[in-house]
């Protein structure tokens, strides 16, 4: 009987993949196991048999320093980030520690210190004594924009905001008002990260861009979306994304189902980037509105209204009230999409690994949530009683779900 590890090989030879590599030319993700139930079980056994035996080797002790000890490579990391030490070392030949000191203007030893540290994780290496080459992940994030936005909120917004975690929940207990997180303590504001990001346009071009960079994350790829709904049944339809930032999605959307009109609402900046640089042979089917979506829905009619990635960054009551500015725009027939998590019992630690981190995010940036099945269900029910939610899809190897919302049937 093979191992799980030449079961895994021989599939990667069937499909001509490169086999997995920590080198920068090394492939983005590992191979879609759409359609191979059992490669990709065989991949997350290994992920999780590994990593219960790395455990097991370095025993309690050692597990615990490791854990308290990721404060430090976040600020590696921020530090790399901050002082541009990645874009100061060339992707062909790399770099001496003294000519990225020139580059960046900071001293010579603390850069070895920085870089030696973010090695561990693999991200960037010494090829030889004193010189630095970029590895796999490292490469990535030079090469795509996105992907750095994505990096560069995580270590210079969500850093900050943990380490105020603690004192957040002691100061603001049970409340469920958006303003009151641990990030509002990190940057000391009483405006929510949306608001503060609106009076800062670098800052929300970044968050525009990391979110694009989320959509890159296999498990949380847009394309479940537009692979996972059967959008082809609708035939000519509009579809409103509410809450679309630029449009990225709805532009994937427009060039998969050419009978689809696609309406994207967001911020205004948002809104004018995505305008921007919407494909010209799409001008005439996808549409950008500024649009605050606790404001009626300006929309009326459509077949389908989406949210991606939205109900999670608010409250239950405020979710509700985001609900209900679209109910009153719809007509018989009229869908809402939330795709978001549907939280898995604790018992499924593999598949709720995403899960758990992005509810802590939801908490300590938005004093929000992901939710369970029935958490949804309350939402919806407390949103309109003439609403239902009608079905649940999880499309393979997503961490996010399609949850359909409909009128309910007489």
Known sequence: MPSIKDLIEKWLVSRNARMPSFEQDADDEFPDTAGEPEIEAARLAVIDDTSALQDLLLGPREVLARVWGGSLDNAAQQCIYHFNILQAIPL????TYAEISAKVGLAERKIKTLVRKAAINRMLREDVPDHVVHTAASALLVRNRSMMDYYGFFVE???????????ALEKYQDSTAAEDTAFGLAFNTKETLFQFLEQRPELQARFAGAMEGVGKDPSQSQRHVITGYPWAELGEATVVDVGGSSGFMSVELAQAYPNLILVVEDYKKNIEQGAAQLPPELTSRVKFVPHNFFDPQPVVGAEVYIL?????????????????QIVTAMKPGSKILLVEIVVSPSDRPMSSIAERIRDLNMVQLLNAQERSESEWREIVSAADSHLELTRIITPHNSTDSIIEISFRQN
Do not use: Y
């Not at 062909?92 to 770099?95: K, Q, S």
């Not at 917004?157 to 004192?167: G, H, I, R, V, Y």
């Open 157 to 167: 917004q969500m850093f900050p905001t943990s380490a105020k975690l603690a004192e």
């Open 92 to 95: 062909e030949g790399g770099a």
């Open 308 to 324: 991606r990635h939205i109900c999670h960054d608010w409250s239950a009551e405020n979710s509700v009230k985001i609900i209900r």
